[in-house]
Antibody, heavy 126, light 110 residues
């Protein structure tokens, strides 16, 4: 079955760029859509966005403009970059497979997330 | 402040039943699917329910989901100590253009 594993620096300085990679095993990244979700300490889950390897993306409007993503099909990985980070970006970051649904107008929306990676704590601090 | 509202905590004895509510609006729960996630201590969230009331393969039928109007409910019967953890609801919000989650409910099995 599909398994995911996040990797990247655990400490990022304020104003710099947070970069994380999610390595997928048990399935090809070209077969599914993928999402990033984070959990700040003491708070609930926050959806960051989703992507397809070819570039189709949808991002949380609260983060739009700060987020970029990429995919490396040869390594079966996808990545997240979040720029201009502040302490508010300190969180456990998860990658997950996302399943979408379409409404009657043919628009697609993220529906549910499974499986998830184990998560990686990223702290923004000088 | 989360867009979806859940009680911070619920508790019940082993073997008993508990329900966790998730309250939203017409822009999210009222017109979109609800999913539920279980996060046991030290582990990643795990999908329990999708499309309001569908259990993924491998999820015991002790877990159930329902939706009515702008609210959803997760039910857990035959509580076990291994069910202790945090539970989150999620849904698409058409007004915000984003997936929204509840703040999470901590389940304690006394």
């Amino acid at each position: 079955q599909v398994q995911l594993q996040e990797s990247g620096p655990g400490l990022v300085k304020p104003s710099e760029t947070l970069s994380l990679t999610c390595t997928v095993s048990g399935g090809s990244i070209t077969s599914y859509y993928w999402s990033w979700i984070r959990k700040p300490p003491g708070k609930g889950l926050e959806w960051i966005g989703y992507m397809y390897f070819s570039g189709n993306t949808k991002w949380n409007p609260s983060l739009r403009g700060r987020v970029t993503t990429s995919a490396d099909t040869s390594k079966n990985q996808f990545s997240l970059r979040l720029n201009s980070v502040t302490a508010a970006d300190t969180a456990v970051y998860y990658c997950a497979r996302v399943v979408r649904y379409s409404d009657t107008s043919g628009q697609y929306y993220p529906n549910w997330f499974a499986p998830w990676g184990q998560g990686i704590l990223v702290t923004v601090s000088s | 402040q989360s867009v979806l509202t859940q009680p911070p905590s619920v508790s019940a004895a082993p073997g008993q039943k508990v329900t966790i509510s998730c309250s939203g609006r017409s822009s999210n729960i009222g017109n979109n699917y609800v999913s539920w996630y279980q996060q046991l201590p030290g582990t990643a969230p795990k999908l329990l329910i999708y499309d309001n009331n569908v259990r993924p393969s491998g999820i015991p039928d002790r877990f159930s989901g329902s939706k009515s109007g702008t609210s959803a409910t997760l039910g857990i019967t035959g509580l076990q100590t291994g069910d202790e953890g945090d539970y989150y609801c999620g849904s698409w919000d058409r007004s915000l253009g984003s997936v929204v989650f509840g703040g999470g409910t901590k389940l304690t099995v006394l």
